[in-house]
């Protein structure tokens, strides 16, 4: 009897001291856990302009992604109405808490890369696919119109499938050169079209299989830059 109390007091005792330690292990591995997440956002962000850097975002270090961040890269926040918010910075901004907001209260991240060929806004946009969320960056040269680059990611969808959106190089290499406006100024966003694109300058071609992402790709262009034509009007477009 007292050889069993006994074995409860210790595997109590064993218990607590376990989870004291991964608690423990917990609180000190955060600021590595932030700091990777961080920088993992960020090289996301780059994707969208790998053509102008002339970089692959996969390739570069923590430093190379904080430098070009401290050097090249402006961020701002903006609101609906296209205002700059003061004292924050686009990449404290977390689309998929904004989305749960009502939409004129959201905050829209920008972030303003200074390159050699001059200004690209690299904009922030978040829908849904077939499974869950998805999300992506585009860039835009400084006339708000012409795409330079984007890039997407997921949390849900269909390896080999929707997934494509993420893996698929080819998929987000189509969406350069294109174009987000008519000229004579008209929003039309990017299409994603099952069975290939017909025009080229505002759509791109599907991904076969993956009819409801690919829908899902487009309501996000669609909607989520639209969100930002009262800063691209204050700004000058």
């Known amino acids: 009897m007292h050889n069993t109390r006994y074995i ?17 292990m917990a609180t000190g591995l955060q600021p590595i ?24 975002a996969a390739s570069l270090g923590a430093d190379q992604v904080q430098e070009i961040f401290d050097e090249q890269i402006e961020q701002v926040v903006v609101d609906m109405q296209g205002n700059i918010i003061e004292g924050l910075k686009a990449e404290e901004v977390d689309l998929a808490q904004e989305r749960k907001k009502p939409v004129a209260s959201r905050r829209l991240p920008v972030y303003i890369y200074n390159g050699a060929q001059g200004k ?3 904009l922030s946009v978040r829908g849904s696919g077939l499974w869950d969320e998805i999300w992506g960056s585009i860039a835009v040269e400084d ?27 080819n998929f987000s ?7 987000l406006y008519e000229p004579d100024g008209d929003y039309t966003g990017i299409v994603v079209r ?10 791109v071609d599907g991904i076969s299989g ?28």
Not at 39 to 47: P, Q, R, T
Not at 211 to 232: C, R
């Open 143 to 169: 006339d708000f119109s012409t795409i330079v680059g984007a890039a997407f990611d997921h949390a849900g969808e269909t390896p080999g499938l929707g997934a494509e959106i993420k893996d698929n190089p």
């Open 33 to 56: 856990h932030d700091r990777n997440e961080a920088v993992y956002n960020k090289k996301a962000i780059l994707s969208a302009i790998e053509t102008t850097m002339g970089v692959e």
């Open 194 to 203: 099952k069975g290939g694109a017909k025009d080229p300058m505002h759509e």
């Open 210 to 237: 993956a009819t409801i992402t690919g829908d899902g790709v487009t309501q996000m262009i669609q909607t989520g830059i639209e969100y930002y034509e009262p800063y691209f009007e204050k700004v000058g477009k």
């Open 120 to 122: 690209v806004y690299i």
């Open 8 to 24: 409860i007091v210790f595997v109590a005792i064993l218990t607590l001291v376990v989870a004291l330690i991964l608690s423990l």
């Open 173 to 179: 290499a189509q969406f350069e050169g294109k174009k």
